[in-house]
């Protein structure tokens, strides 16, 4: 990530792109934890995507510490949203926001885009492997509820999870 963030900084946009793919998984649970009125799962995603370029825009600080400055980030900004602190991902939270940032054009289009390449992935995925995701991450399910639904082991469904989440960040990989 410490690579990444400095590539960014020094103006390859490419370099942003795999560092939001590497928060999806991220993105997508938190996401799904939010049921926030006039907004769809896929805008809350898209809000996720715009915390991650949101962050990276500010951060000030060396690069080990980008994951726990960007995670941090992302959380505050679905708690601002439901909270109502702010009423649309462009707006930031009041001055307690440690991460203000005027989006540009440039960027609701990655977000857009990025959301767009999410949901074309997940449609090349099986619908076992569909059901695993939609009940751990959307639904909120833990593993081990998952397995007993399924008929098997912890093990197994904690594994073919992280396989499926891996898949996921190869083939969207392949889409930059």
Known sequence: MHELINKYKKGDNKSLEKIIDGFVPLILKEASRYKIKCYSYEDLVQHGYLSVIKAANMYKGSGESFKFYCIKAIKQNYKALLKGEIKHHTEIPNDKDIYSYKFTVEDEVIAYEKTKEIYNVLDELSKG?????????IEGSTIKSIARDHNKSYNNIRYKKDKIVKKLQNRLKKHI
Do not use: A, H, V
């Not at 569909?130 to 991450?137: A, D, E, G, P, R």
């Open 129 to 137: 492997e569909k059901k695993i995701l939609k009940s751990f991450y």
